[in-house]
């Protein structure tokens, strides 16, 4: 008989094994290598936790901003018994020489295991960090667009961080992919799913468009499992169960956009600002 199934947070798992990483078909994952021009991903440090969830840099054509913000979901910020975890620095390419401080953050969402489909988050570091790193620009893709796109072979990539020890690495050959009826979110927008190889560690992951010699954000890595159904005594197939990714669009896109183009809130101590519903002004954590 039919039985409920999982949908997991991606970076709120136990400490990995190889049996909980999201495989499908060959795993394709592999370290980060310089040539992947990817310096700007990293991973979110926080006092109270021993995860290290994956962020990215994000940047604007032309904008320079005095701070650097980054990309990645809201369950990074939430540690065990569901507290909010506000100091956290960010590690570009998992790197602690190059530490900065989290001083704002705005989020879909307080509660990402109910509201997974709003769990994305963009943060302001307290500096702008080297110029040589890598940087993506955020981009609205809808389902439509990114099946076309993968039908016409472009590359679409996941980053992320391999458990709570590392490397980064990506996962190459894949991206978003049509949606099924027993899916949980069969019919929702606002999220992708795809067929990266992942394991615990990869949320916040920056989901990648690669064209023209430009790295897109099109998404962020959010859960590993989102079948709703599966049949009892049978095994876990990953390739039945695609990994969920929030899509940049919507409120989301614009938190970017303003957030890039505007000048860094005042104060030196940590702000964190949620969603409202509709277009109502974002409210204090």
């Not at 940049?248 to 183009?261: A, M, N, P, Q, S």
């Amino acid at each position: 008989m039919p039985a409920a199934g999982l949908l997991l947070l991606a970076g709120l798992s136990c400490s990995p094994t190889p049996s909980s990483a999201n495989i499908f078909g060959q795993d394709d994952r592999r370290d980060i290598a310089i040539e992947d021009a990817l310096s700007g991903v990293g991973t979110i440090v926080c006092e109270g936790t021993t995860r290290r969830p994956t962020a990215a840099l994000v940047t604007l054509k032309g904008v320079s901003s005095r701070a650097d913000i980054i990309a990645t979901v809201a369950h990074a910020f939430i540690g065990s018994n569901d507290r909010r975890l506000s100091a956290c620095e960010f590690w570009p390419g998992a790197d602690p020489a190059l530490a900065a401080r989290i001083v704002y953050l705005e989020t879909g969402t307080l509660s990402p295991e109910g509201n997974w489909h709003n769990d994305w988050a963009v943060a302001r570091l307290d500096r702008r960090l080297p110029e040589s790193l890598s940087r993506l620009r955020p981009r609205m893709l809808d389902e439509k667009q990114a099946e076309m796109k993968r039908a016409r072979r472009a590359q679409f990539l996941l980053a992320g961080h391999n458990g709570e020890r590392g490397p980064l690495q990506i996962s190459e050959r894949c991206g978003p992919v049509a949606k099924a009826y027993s899916d949980l979110n069969g019919f929702d927008h606002r999220v992708f799913n795809h067929d990266c190889d992942m394991m615990p560690g990869w949320s916040g992951g920056p989901l990648i468009l690669r064209e023209d010699g430009i790295d897109y954000l099109i998404a962020v890595n959010s859960t590993e499992v989102n079948a709703i159904t599966h049949i009892s005594g049978r095994p876990y197939n990953g390739r039945m169960n695609p990994n969920t990714a929030v899509r940049v669009d919507g409120r989301f896109h614009r938190t970017l956009e303003r957030l890039l183009k505007s000048d860094a809130p005042g104060g030196t101590a940590f702000r964190c600002l949620v969603a409202s519903m509709g277009d109502a002004p974002a409210l204090p954590c």
